[in-house]
């Protein structure tokens, strides 16, 4: 690691990892609604953008420290781009959500479990690897199983879409679900970029 005759503002690594929790909130809630009623998904979406805003009042304090700190741990640029892939996380999760109450989905299609599974996995391990930046340590197996997962999710998004397109469904089905999946799909691209993220800091940082 490269040493540093100046001090830096530490504050930023107990940010990532409150925001990395609150991501943990939210897949904890997608895995809440898989087994809800229908009548229980709207309480349970309601939720789901309260963690949503939570999750921006922490990228907001993220940017407002960056902008107020003359030293920072690490890139200025990485800190960014690390703050906000956090962000698109939650943002795309409660998209899911919302679209499955907006659109009034009586079942989700089999294979979206799998999906949810995948994320609830990413969210944990992005969990753990946040107060690891502070010692840029244990992180390479953390970058190399969110992009295993991330795989696993392309592979499980395809097979969805072959399962909406198979004529089970209607056309208006179709689409709808289709949305879901696809978002559900980026949030676990949203986490491989923050996977990605951290190994560009690491490097930087070695």
């Not at 753990?128 to 502070?134: G, K, Y």
């Amino acid at each position: 690691m490269r040493f540093r005759l100046t001090p830096r503002e530490t504050s930023f690594y107990d940010m990532f990892a409150a925001s990395a929790d609150n991501i943990v909130t939210g897949s904890k809630l997608l895995m809440e609604l898989l087994g809800a009623e229908p009548s229980a998904r709207a309480e349970i979406a309601e939720r789901m953008r309260a963690a949503e805003h939570a999750g921006d009042d922490a990228t907001h304090a993220i940017f407002h420290q960056l902008n107020s700190s003359f030293i920072t741990p690490f890139d200025r640029e990485d800190i960014y781009n690390l703050a906000s892939s956090l962000d698109d996380i939650m943002d795309f999760m409660e998209e899911a959500v919302d679209l499955v109450v907006l659109y009034n989905v009586e079942e989700l299609p089999k294979g979206v479990e799998q999906q949810i599974e995948v994320l609830a996995r990413a969210a944990e391990l992005t969990a753990e690897a946040m107060p690891n930046l502070r010692t840029m340590a244990n992180l390479t197996e953390y970058w190399i199983e969110v992009n295993r997962l991330e795989n696993q999710a392309d592979q499980i998004h395809r097979k969805l879409l072959a399962q909406l397109f198979n004529g089970k469904y209607d056309a208006i089905e179709v689409l709808k679900l289709k949305q879901i999946v696809d978002v559900l799909e980026e949030a676990a691209d949203a986490f491989e970029h923050v996977a990605n993220t951290v190994e560009t800091i690491a490097v930087k940082e070695s």
